[in-house]
């Protein structure tokens, strides 16, 4: 099982657990040292417990632990499975999804897993993507306040990418070709895969 590359590792830790609803799954995250450290998700409230045991049991055994780790792994040796479906990290980052909703610039938006983006067009000409918060995250900014899932959309993961094929999606353009390890618009301006680290990504979607 593939764990979150930025586990981080060390003597001392602090960790905090985070939930956040999204449409109807329950999205809970693992802070380590004020850091994200790993992430799953539920469709049960009633297996919220049992994910936040899971992610802190791996904290534990991965060095990154204290005392509340290692009680939370002692505990969930004694747990059976959970009753409904769970995502692991690398399962979320493959689960996008659109969005329908409110904020000052947009009625729609892509949950990237940490957070909302959406392609914002200014006056003048400029187009460009812009992350923004869950109204869980953030009370002092503005923040996507997501009301239903659009479904006519498919998140196209990057595995699932063939090179030299046209993809539409979302980003600074609506198309864009595939090119091994980034995309490429008819402009030949490039742009990465929102997999990948870095600023404005092209989310690649599919209809339904």
């Known amino acids: 099982m593939k764990r979150n590359r930025q586990m981080l590792l060390s003597t001392e830790s602090e960790t905090d657990i985070k939930v956040t609803k999204i449409n109807n799954r329950w999205h809970c995250?693992?802070?380590?040292?004020?850091?994200?450290s790993d992430e799953m998700a539920c469709d049960l409230r009633s297996d919220i417990g049992w994910v936040c045991r899971e992610m802190m049991r791996w904290c534990d055994k991965l060095g990154a632990g204290n005392a509340h780790t290692s009680s939370a792994r002692k505990r969930h040796n004694q747990d059976g499975a959970p009753r409904g479906k769970v995502l692991y990290y690398n399962e979320i980052q493959n689960n996008k999804a659109k969005y329908s909703g409110d904020c000052r610039n947009a009625s729609s938006a892509v949950w990237d897993g940490r957070?909302?983006?959406?392609?914002?067009?200014?006056?003048?000409?400029?187009?460009?993507?812009?992350?923004?918060?869950?109204?869980?995250?953030?009370?002092?900014?503005?923040?996507?306040?997501?009301?239903?899932?659009?479904?006519?959309?498919?998140?196209?993961?990057?595995?699932?990418?063939?090179?030299?094929?046209?993809?539409?999606?979302?980003?600074?353009?609506?198309?864009?070709?595939?090119?091994?390890?980034?995309?490429?618009?008819?402009?030949d301006k490039v742009h990465i895969h929102i997999e990948d680290e870095g600023d404005y990504p092209f989310i690649p979607m599919k209809e339904n």
């Open 29 to 36: 995250r693992l802070f380590v040292n004020g850091k994200l």
């Open 115 to 187: 957070k909302f983006i959406y392609t914002r067009s200014e006056w003048y000409g400029d187009v460009y993507n812009e992350y923004i918060s869950h109204p869980d995250d953030d009370s002092v900014h503005d923040v996507f306040v997501p009301e239903s899932e659009v479904l006519d959309f498919i998140y196209i993961p990057k595995s699932a990418l063939d090179t030299g094929r046209w993809y539409s999606g979302f980003g600074n353009t609506e198309c864009a070709m595939w090119m091994g390890e980034y995309f490429m618009d008819s402009d």
